[in-house]
């Protein structure tokens, strides 16, 4: 019936993925955020609400139906690429293809969207337009980022006729594909394949820790530090205020620890719906690790060379991502695998939630990182000796020990 006020809900909290397309769709301000287990969820004021019902119009949950993302088939194109420039390698996560896309956009007068660091250590996305400020949304950061209001903001960028390149997680990804509602030519949409996020109240109080040890405050976080090989970015970098640089290798780095063993990720990452099995990739470009590169099809030499300084693995969702990568083929090399390489990948499914998450999560409110690791994610021996040697060794010798062994063990 006409006139009468469309009743709104948003998403079930346990499927929000925390995009916020809702909130930045809403012009009478009635979207507010509220904290939840360390996570941002949005929530509507009633008084406020006008019962327009953009906030639902919006939602990439509420209307999952129907839509399907660009990456499901195994036949699709999976390479292997790197950045030409070994510095923008060493400076990246994985094989810098991010950089080379970012530079791309930038040297076209274009706007540039990923996540940084503000100077309380809060991890947002912002937008850049110079290749000055490319190396503060650079390399992963494993929380989750706050996306503001950048999705508006990437909206007015597009309706003046800039190119935006907008990389982000695939929910956030599929937030603002849902939130600007149609296809603009000028729009760019790259994901980082993602095992899942924690939330950004595990960091702080892992950080306040760092801070009550060092009595001085963390200024930066590097989470993908490559001063020994590509693996041993599995490593941590933490700067402090009075000039102090602190590394915390994964034996001794209980946030790392939980993270791969996929603690404390938001609810809604344990089924998320932007994976190859369930809605797809809405991305045009995903990039990844290409970790077990070279494990079951032999790397050829050139190639082997590379690896220490990190390969990335890139997936060509769409036809525009295909043009977008071929522009910047004079800064990504690249060769073909196959997807059944590749397909080893964690980040490629739903994260599985830990059977005592919730319990560790408790705990982790009354108990410091050491005692909650011990208790619910302590660390194998076989681990710890993983990365022993390969802080010793360097990552290259070991996979040269293991061919040898390989064989000898053949024979
Ligand atoms: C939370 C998270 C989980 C991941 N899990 C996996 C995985 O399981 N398997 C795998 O192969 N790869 C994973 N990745 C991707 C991988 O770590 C690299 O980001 C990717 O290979 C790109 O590397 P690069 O060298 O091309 O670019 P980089 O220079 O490393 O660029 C990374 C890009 O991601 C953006 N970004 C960084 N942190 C966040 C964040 N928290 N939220 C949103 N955007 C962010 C940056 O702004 C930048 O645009 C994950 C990344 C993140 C952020």
């Known amino acids: 019936m006409a006139g009468t006020p469309k009743k709104i809900n948003l998403c079930e909290q346990s499927q929000c993925t925390g995009c916020m397309a809702c909130k930045q769709a809403c012009q009478s301000k009635a979207i507010a955020i509220k904290t939840i287990d360390g996570f941002a969820y949005p929530e509507i004021n009633r008084d406020v609400c006008k019962s327009c019902g953009k906030c639902m119009n919006v939602c990439p949950i509420l209307n999952l139906k129907g839509q399907r993302g660009n990456c499901h088939e195994d036949t699709q194109t999976c390479l292997a690429a790197w950045n030409k420039s070994d510095d923008v390698r060493i400076k990246s996560s994985s094989g810098g293809v991010f950089s080379a896309l970012a530079e791309y956009v930038l040297s076209r007068g274009g706007v540039v969207f990923g996540a940084a660091w503000d100077s309380n250590m809060v991890l947002r996305h912002k937008a850049i337009d110079r290749i000055e400020d490319l190396e503060s949304i650079r390399k992963s950061k494993y929380v989750q980022s706050d996306v503001g209001e950048t999705f508006n903001q990437a909206l007015q960028y597009l309706k003046a006729g800039r190119i935006v390149l907008y990389c982000g997680v695939h929910c956030q990804i599929a937030g603002l594909k849902s939130f600007i509602g149609r296809d603009y030519e000028n729009l760019y949409l790259v994901d980082v394949l993602c095992q899942g996020v924690p939330s950004p ?23 993908r530090n490559k001063d020994k090989a590509w693996k041993c970015g599995l490593s941590m970098y933490l700067a ?172």
């Open 201 to 223: 109240a595990t960091f702080r109080s892992y950080l306040d820790e760092i801070e009550k040890e060092y009595s001085s405050k963390v200024v930066d976080c590097d989470f």
């Open 240 to 411: 402090l205020k009075n000039g102090a640089k602190i590394r915390r290798i994964l034996s001794r780095n209980e946030y790392y620890n939980a993270f791969y063993q996929e603690f404390f990720c938001r609810s809604s990452c344990y089924s998320c719906n932007f994976k190859k099995n369930k809605q797809g990739f809405f991305s045009d470009v995903t990039i990844a690790d290409f970790w077990r590169i070279g494990n079951k099809i032999p790397l050829p030499k050139t190639v082997e060379q590379k690896y220490a300084k990190g390969i990335s693995a890139v997936l060509i969702n769409t036809e525009k991502g295909k043009s977008l990568f071929e522009q910047c083929s004079c800064k990504i090399e690249s060769i073909e695998r196959t997807w059944n390489e590749f397909s080893t990948n964690g980040g490629l499914y739903p994260s599985s939630k830990p059977i005592h998450n919730d319990e560790a999560k408790h705990y982790l409110e009354n108990h410091n990182w050491h005692e909650t690791q011990q208790q619910f994610f302590p660390l194998t021996q076989r681990k710890k000796i993983r990365n022993i040697l390969i802080l010793t060794l360097g990552e290259k010798n070991i996979r040269i020990v293991k061919k040898i062994l390989r064989r000898i063990l053949r024979k």
